[in-house]
């Protein structure tokens, strides 16, 4: 079975951190590009991450820059997503998703969604 399985949810504190971790089976993720996007609560998905096949190239909304940053490590079929300085606006579902590519990196086009992991910023 194709999957994803993201972990590394959880309740922090404004100001704290998480890694999160979005997991491949069934399919190998080095030939594919990862993007996390998040859903909160009466509010459309949106992109705000998301890194190249290689990890060569990377690209984060304005929202989340300067604070989030991805890594991936192919030997493990594992990508990472390191989330600092997080405010309650960052409050959400984080899903990741893996679309078949060779370069660069989106947020549409989608071939794989894992079920997603929730994030939630308070204190």
């Known amino acids: 079975q194709l999957q994803l399985v993201e972990s590394g949810g959880g309740l922090v504190q404004p100001g704290g951190s998480l890694r999160l971790s979005c997991a491949a089976s069934g399919f190998t993720l080095n030939r594919y590009a990862i993007s996390w996007f998040r859903q909160a609560p009466g509010k459309e998905r949106e992109g705000v991450a998301c890194i190249s096949s290689g990890g060569g190239y990377r690209m984060y909304a304005a929202s989340v820059k300067g604070r989030f940053t991805m890594s991936r490590d192919n030997a493990q079929n594992t990508v990472y997503v390191e989330m600092n300085s997080l405010k309650p606006d960052d409050t959400a579902v984080y899903y990741c998703?893996?679309?078949?590519?060779?370069?660069?990196?989106?947020?549409?086009?989608?071939?794989?969604w894992g079920k997603g992991t929730l994030v939630t910023v308070s204190s």
């Open positions: 998703a893996a679309q078949l590519r060779s370069t660069s990196c989106s947020y549409t086009g989608m071939n794989y």
